[in-house]
């Protein structure tokens, strides 16, 4: 055990921490138990001369699959050791988010929504997600309240949104999709109910949980993606090293704000645990926001702002870094997964947001615009609707149908993509969102392109990322022979 190794394990078990025991089962584990959550900082020996690799993380222990908090880094910088470990402790104080989740579903009666919150609570054990879904009239919810996460209106009553918003101010209160409500598919519901509460999974797809390069992209190299989301309860950056299409590994971090150090730890980790990162042939790293030459010049994400992502990796490693906004990367997924469109519009849109982002890829190149503007829409929704504000129209189904309905009739219009991917959780129904955009097409309604539902709208960006990757080496290849 190094010097450094042993005084930060002394000021982990030094910490007094409100309501938490502190616990040294040996050299390498030390654990944290409060009444609501387990934690863990563990430490890892990779060989003589390598600093430790610290593990830190939180879980619920009746979920102890699901990390509230999860990460690793290498231990050779006490200050940051510290920084990171306060992060944990501060988490471990956040009872709130190691109770289980309580949905509430609402009608009028309350029968037909206790049969669904049945068949949701059976989907939810299958899962082993620590969920409660309950049934209640909604008058009778409203007069009780209760202290829920979200509220799920069933649609003959979702008119009533704004009022249930008002009796439950601390959770989200949404219409359900009535073809989900119809059918009872309680697959679709949970995965909207994730969404709305804790989204930090990658959705898989296909048999083997990954989606495949399908145009012809020459692909021999080892590249690997990291990914950086934001919930309303968690940061995120997931990571994936691929060879020659195949992904090898995979891993993520899982903490309340995430910032660029924390990529920073993902790959000083890596390259301890033995993994070569100046050998990789390419990094790519999708970010919402606008990107400028490796700058997240805009997220609203804290911490990544600003900062010049793929210079500052790029030096340290000396590997080529890409950085390009999630929507963008989204899009070219859509494109290289499939070989019948040549131009697609991939739309995302989150619960409860009057503006989307977009990636539009036209004849098989991505459309950036000037300073990479494409695909910011917070403009064009201020120019539909005026100055005012009706966040109302976006926690309802017919209300995000037609704001999306709205934003691709300019795509139609303007790009005429031959098909257009739909990543919106309240949008579940494309045959009603086609009905909706064929009203502002009068006798031309032949020019409304495909459209498809997206449910794995991550792996997209997993997939693009790695195809926009391809590209730029290709294209640099190429610069540099002429």
Not at 227 to 233: D, E, K, L, N, W
Not at 299 to 320: A, C, P, T
């Amino acid at each position: 055990m190094s010097q450094l190794g042993a005084s930060f394990r002394a000021h982990v078990l030094q910490t007094s921490i409100p309501g938490c025991t502190i616990e040294q089962l040996d050299d390498e584990h030390i654990q944290l138990k409060t009444e609501h959550a387990l934690g863990a900082v563990n430490f890892y020996d990779f060989g003589e001369g390598l600093p430790e690799v610290v593990e830190l993380s939180i879980v619920d222990p009746d979920v102890p699959d699901e990390p509230k908090f999860f990460l690793h880094f290498e231990l050779d910088d006490e200050d940051r050791a510290e920084e990171l470990f306060s992060e944990m402790t501060d988490e471990l104080q956040q009872d709130e988010r190691y109770r289980t989740t309580r949905v509430l579903l609402c009608c009028t009666a309350g029968l037909t929504t206790t049969m669904f919150a049945n068949k949701l609570q059976e989907a939810a054990k299958t899962l082993s997600l620590d969920y409660s879904f309950e049934a209640l009239p909604l008058a009778q919810a409203q007069e009780e309240g209760g202290a829920y996460d979200a509220v799920l209106l069933a649609p003959q009553v979702g008119y009533q949104r704004k009022a249930v918003a008002e009796s439950f101010p601390d959770a989200a209160v949404v219409q359900i999709p009535a073809k989900v409500f119809a059918s009872y598919d309680a697959g679709a519901c949970l995965k909207m109910v994730m969404h709305l509460v804790d989204d930090n999974t990658m959705v898989p797809a296909g048999e083997d949980g990954e989606l495949k390069l399908v145009r012809d992209l020459a692909n021999d190299k080892c590249i690997m993606i990291i990914i950086c989301t934001q919930s309303p309860r968690n940061g995120w950056f997931g990571w994936r090293i691929y060879k020659k299409g195949a992904m090898v590994a995979r891993g993520s971090v899982t903490k309340r704000f995430p910032s660029w150090r924390d990529i920073d730890d993902i790959l000083a980790t890596l390259h301890v645990q033995g993994w070569q990162i100046s050998g990789l042939d390419a990094i790519g790293i999708a970010v919402p926001g606008v990107v400028n030459d490796g700058v997240v010049a805009f997220s609203g994400h804290s911490g990544l702002e600003n900062y010049d992502l793929g210079k500052s990796i790029s030096e340290r490693y000396g590997v080529k870094v890409y950085v390009e906004n999630s929507a963008n990367a989204s899009a070219v997924g859509c494109y290289v997964s499939q070989d019948t469109y040549d131009s697609v519009v991939l739309h995302t849109q989150q619960t409860g947001h009057l503006a989307g982002g977009q990636g539009i890829v036209v004849d098989g190149h991505l459309l950036r615009g000037r300073i990479n503007y494409a695909g910011q829409l917070g403009p064009l929704y201020r120019a539909f609707y005026g100055p005012e504000r009706d966040f109302e129209r976006a926690w309802t189904p017919d209300g995000m149908c037609e704001i999306v309905a709205r934003t691709l009739v300019a795509d139609i219009t303007l790009v005429a993509p031959e098909a257009i991917y739909v990543a919106v959780d309240l949008v579940y129904d494309m045959d009603a969102l086609r009905i909706e955009i064929a009203r502002y097409f009068g006798d031309e309604k032949g020019f409304i392109p495909d459209i498809f539902r997206v449910e794995n709208n991550r792996e997209l960006v997993a997939l693009g990322m790695m195809a926009l990757c391809l590209q730029k080496m290709q294209h640099h290849r190429h610069k540099g022979k002429a």
